[in-house]
């Protein structure tokens, strides 16, 4: 009996700490009293992260800090970009010069053990691959045996080049190039036969950068997997917490069908999900730390996933990417967003 009740003792405190929210960390204590995020970005990879022709950042990456934000403040404009270059990326999270780095990184071992920081979750599911003039008459990679290639140094990129090489017995001559402006400029220029990157990035740069995006062809072959994410600071639970559920609300959103459109007609849903998504069922705002009115927010100003996917990379943008790995669990995707429950 004295044993039995000890045990259901215990069990309702731990029951009482699960419920408590996570302490605030510094991470959400300086960004609170800034009173903005300070999001890491890419210097300018169009349907990710690029200023638009007002100077207002776009795209899919952007789209996670503009998330985060509504979540925090209850507005997506609470948000300061810093382009940074591949090499410079790391070093600047790491630093505290921004809060959170939302710039199409690859997920790799490595680089979460090593580098002190967390990958929140992939926002984009990618593979590297090549392209090249039309006019080369080139239908394959393997084809590209002493081939310049023009290649963005710092990124998972240049490893999985050297490695499609060995493992083909194709010898490359990497161009390397740190910024990935410059990187693009070079390949046009003629200096490379063939510019290797992300498949997105390349579907980028052929529709916005190429004089004629019909003279170039990118090749069949993907080499690699790269799975893209946002990443934080280790140590930082609250803060890494509140970035990630703001990105699966996005995807929580799709797959109930709350649109930036309906968000307020699904208020009235009789659905237990949409309503504690939407904080009409309180308690998943308290357990963030924040409004409950958090995923509304998002999907109020950001929209769910697949209208940020839409407008940026797909149909709907000049990239007009499919939606392949990136559809939803349920229409034979990888995107899978966790209960919010």
């Known amino acids: 009996m004295k044993y039995r009740h000890l045990a259901a003792v215990l069990g309702a405190a731990c029951g009482t700490l699960a419920a408590l929210p996570a302490l605030a960390g510094p991470t959400l204590d300086a960004v609170k009293a800034r009173g903005e995020i300070v999001c890491g970005v890419n210097t300018g990879v169009a349907g990710f992260s690029a200023p638009d ?9 952007v789209d996670v800090c503009r998330a985060t934000a509504a979540a925090l403040f209850g507005d997506a404009k609470k948000v300061k970009y810093v382009g940074l270059t591949a090499a410079q990326r790391f070093t600047a999270l790491q630093s505290g010069e921004i809060d ?4 199409n990184t690859t997920g790799t071992l490595s680089r979460d053990t090593s580098l002190g920081l967390n990958f929140i979750a992939p926002n984009f599911y990618d593979g590297q691959g090549f392209i090249v003039a039309k006019k080369l ?16 140094q710092g990124t998972t990129t240049e490893l999985n080049l050297a490695d499609y090489g060995r493992a083909n017995k194709i010898s490359f001559k990497p161009v390397v190039i740190e910024k990935v402006e410059e990187t693009v400029a070079t390949f046009f220029s003629g200096r490379c036969d063939a510019f290797t990157s992300d498949t997105s990035q390349l579907a980028a740069t052929r529709a916005t950068a190429a004089s004629n995006a019909d003279d170039y062809v990118i090749l069949p072959e993907v080499i690699s997997k790269e799975p893209l994410g946002p990443m934080v600071r280790h140590g930082d639970d ?39 998504i939407l904080g009409v069922t309180e308690g998943m705002g308290k357990a963030l730390g924040v409004s409950e009115k958090w995923a509304y927010n998002i999907v109020k100003q950001v929209g769910n996933y697949g209208e940020s ?8 943008s000049p990239l007009k990417l499919e939606r392949g790995l990136n559809a939803l669990w349920t229409k034979g995707g990888l995107m899978y967003g966790w209960p919010i429950r």
Not at 53 to 60: A, D, H, T, Y
Not at 242 to 265: C, H, P
């Open 53 to 61: 022709s007002r100077g207002e950042w776009k795209g899919i990456d």
């Open 238 to 276: 609250q803060w890494f917490d509140l970035v990630k559920w703001s990105f699966m609300a996005m995807l929580e959103a799709e797959e109930y069908g709350i649109t930036t459109a309906n968000v307020d007609e699904m208020l009235k849903s009789n659905d237990p999900n949409v309503k504690r």
């Open 309 to 316: 996917f839409d407008r940026n990379v797909g149909a709907s």
């Open 137 to 152: 008459g080139v239908k394959s990679a393997k084809e590209l045996n002493g081939a310049t290639v023009c290649v963005q």
């Open 100 to 103: 959170v780095l939302s710039r």
